[in-house]
């Protein structure tokens, strides 16, 4: 969608703790900058409300387009499609990844400085576990209390302050490399598990490690969702409601890098480039 920018982050920490870190000053300046260019904070709920309502009774409607057809040949439905453009003057929606107890130490001080929303997507049962991701030792040889997921304790305390939380499956697996009903079950139990714990509606799912395919999309939709966001960008996807693209931001994108990854210019073309690439995996996210 033009006029929208989906930022995909994972850690906020001074101690730029792994690829996937990014600095509090980092987080304010770029946060900033897009204040800065007159783009309006958006709230996941204020991007859901640009989007037409998603009736489930058309989702098996298809549009006969074969641009809608993915690589497997299955039909996008027409009650998944979105604007073209974001409603009204440019946006951007901040989002973060797995749920690291750093967001609300770290993070959360910076966006409410700065009246910026946002989104985490949580996995639920790492919530409270008390032990680090399982990819994090790929990051850190010897991960601490503070590469630890949220507890319980902290997300009710986040959500009573105004942050928005979606979910990120039950417990953050390939989705394509298990099989079919347990990759629904984590889509559709990550959700009713949250809503009920959070005692508030779960309308975003994202996808781990930007697996993606019809199926998944067909899951998140017949679980309740209102939208599914992915990272990275890749080729031949088309964009609807359950395949929302975001722009990834890691420890790498400062300065320079990082106005390229946000330049809505770079964004065509980049968008151009990919209708000509063949497919290719999803990298972490």
Not at 201 to 219: H, K, N
Not at 233 to 247: D, G, K, P, S, T
Request: some cysteine; overall charge positive.
């Amino acid at each position: 969608m033009r006029n929208l920018t989906i930022l995909a982050y994972h850690r906020v920490h001074p101690g730029r703790r792994g690829a996937l870190c990014v600095t509090p000053a980092d987080l304010e300046q770029q946060l900033g900058t897009l204040l800065r260019r007159g783009l309006r904070p958006l709230r996941g709920a204020d991007l859901l409300g640009a989007l037409p309502a998603a009736d489930a009774s058309r989702t098996r409607q298809a549009r006969p387009a074969a641009a809608d057809a993915p690589a497997g040949g299955r039909i996008i439905p027409s009650a998944w499609s979105v604007p073209r453009a974001l409603p009204g003057p440019p946006g951007f929606l901040v989002t973060f990844d797995d749920g690291y107890s750093d967001f609300g130490r770290h993070a959360w001080p910076v966006l409410r400085r700065l009246g910026v929303p946002a989104v985490v997507f949580l996995v639920h049962d790492r919530v409270g576990l008390g032990e680090p991701f399982p990819w994090e030792g790929r990051y850190n040889s010897q991960p601490g209390p503070e590469d630890l997921p949220l507890d319980w304790r902290e997300v009710e305390g986040l959500a009573a302050e105004g942050c928005e939380f979606g979910s990120h499956t039950l417990s953050h697996p390939d989705l394509d490399r298990i099989p079919a009903a347990q990759a629904r079950a984590e889509i559709a139990e990550s959700r009713r598990k949250l809503a009920a714990r959070l005692g508030a509606e779960i309308a975003m799912f994202c996808y781990p490690r930007g697996v993606y395919s019809t199926a998944l999309a067909e899951a998140a939709a017949g679980a309740g969702y209102g939208a599914a966001l992915l990272t990275p960008r890749r080729a031949r996807l088309h964009e609807h409601r359950y395949c929302l693209r975001r722009v990834g931001v890691y420890a790498a994108d400062r300065g320079w890098r990082y106005r390229l990854k946000i330049s809505p210019v770079f964004d065509a073309l980049r968008e151009a480039r990919l209708r000509w690439m063949p497919p290719r995996p999803a990298s972490f996210s």
